[in-house]
């Protein structure tokens, strides 16, 4: 008989289950309490409970893991410093959805040189993330492929569903059984509605084929996710002004859903150009200042180092602290205008 089956398929090598994987780096006391307060502390800025602003900011994409230390290691004291007015989290990516293809990301080719060792990508990815909760940073994701969650979302307190996954079922199913709040970027052309489809789809039950904690194949039951929201990231144009903020809420209320929303000050609405997000950031701080209440959160792209480097031939020539990704705004600029989000937000609140 002819094979019939794997007949494009050159490679399957099995990984440890989501159980082994805890069970080598298991969560302690103060890593759940970071993640836990995490979680509560979005689902009270979104439900208008908190007001300060929600500030998602890291770099496009993580590579180096000694980079992402120092860069966590000051971002939490920052976080500290500017807890009254700003509930900083750090963005903590390592999945990457690609326009054709390109570098997938830390967990699937944590190495950069196309061996897609994913069993030491989830070790690392998982291992940092105990770091970062461990330092009482709370940490934020993309979820992407529909298995990593299993491995790394009980370490995760935000997470995003990217604008080229957002029309996606397997997506949206997903984003229900998720613990944390997720966030739903508008698609890649700025449509608002695929994502406020999105957010209601998760808002409910489903049951789906997936894994479980020992990675047999199973029957997934969610609950349902109540904390969906929209996150603008632009699209042909950017969307993050006054009018564009309008027809959100506008989709918004016609939806029912809860008048939240974050501003992706990168991406569309950047033109992916790093400075330009000190542009959307002002503008949000003005929009704020005006009394706008539905803007509760912003995404920054922000690495220890400004803009980004290619893709590299050889790894070790990489400049460290730059993306490799997108271009981020660097860690002085960071602090800076975090600052001055933060003096806004302190005299709206006196
Ligand atoms: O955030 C990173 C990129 O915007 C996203 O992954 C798409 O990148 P690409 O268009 O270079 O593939
Ligand atoms: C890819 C990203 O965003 P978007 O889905 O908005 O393109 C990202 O945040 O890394």
Known sequence: MEQLHDLRVSRIIRLASPRALKEMLPVGEKVAATVTAGRREVENILTGKDSRMLVIVGPCSIHDMDAAREYAS?????????????????????????????????????????????????????????????????????FLDPISPQYVAD?????????????????????????????????????????????????????????????????????????????????????????????????????????????????????????????VWDNILKQKTEGNKSIVGVMIESNLYCGNQPFPEDPDKLRYGVSITDECLSWEETERMLREGAAVMRKLFQ
């Open 74 to 142: 000051k971002l939490s004291v920052l976080r500290t410093e500017l807890q009254h007015d700003l509930c900083i989290m750090m963005r903590v990516y390592f999945e990457k959805p690609r326009t054709t293809i390109g570098w997938k990301g830390f967990i699937n080719d944590p190495h950069l040189d196309d061996t897609y060792d994913i069993e030491h990508g989830l070790f690392h990815a998982r291992k940092l993330l105990l770091e970062i909760n461990e330092m009482g940073l709370p940490s934020a994701t993309e």
């Open 155 to 279: 370490l995760v307190s935000w997470a995003a569903i990217g604008a080229r996954t957002i029309e996606s079922q397997t997506h949206r199913q997903m984003a229900s059984g998720l613990s944390m709040p997720v966030g739903f970027k508008n698609s890649t052309d700025g449509r608002l509605n695929v994502a406020v489809d999105a957010i209601r789809s998760a808002m409910h039950p489903h049951s789906f084929l997936g894994i479980d904690q020992e990675g047999h194949s199973s029957v997934i039951t969610t609950k349902g996710n109540p904390f969906g929201h929209l996150v603008l990231r632009g699209g042909e144009k950017p969307n993050y002004d006054a009018a564009s903020i309008a027809v959100a809420e506008s989709w918004i209320g016609k939806s029912g859903l809860e008048p939240s929303l974050l501003v992706d000050c990168s991406h569309a609405n950047s033109g992916k150009k790093h400075e330009q997000q000190l542009t």
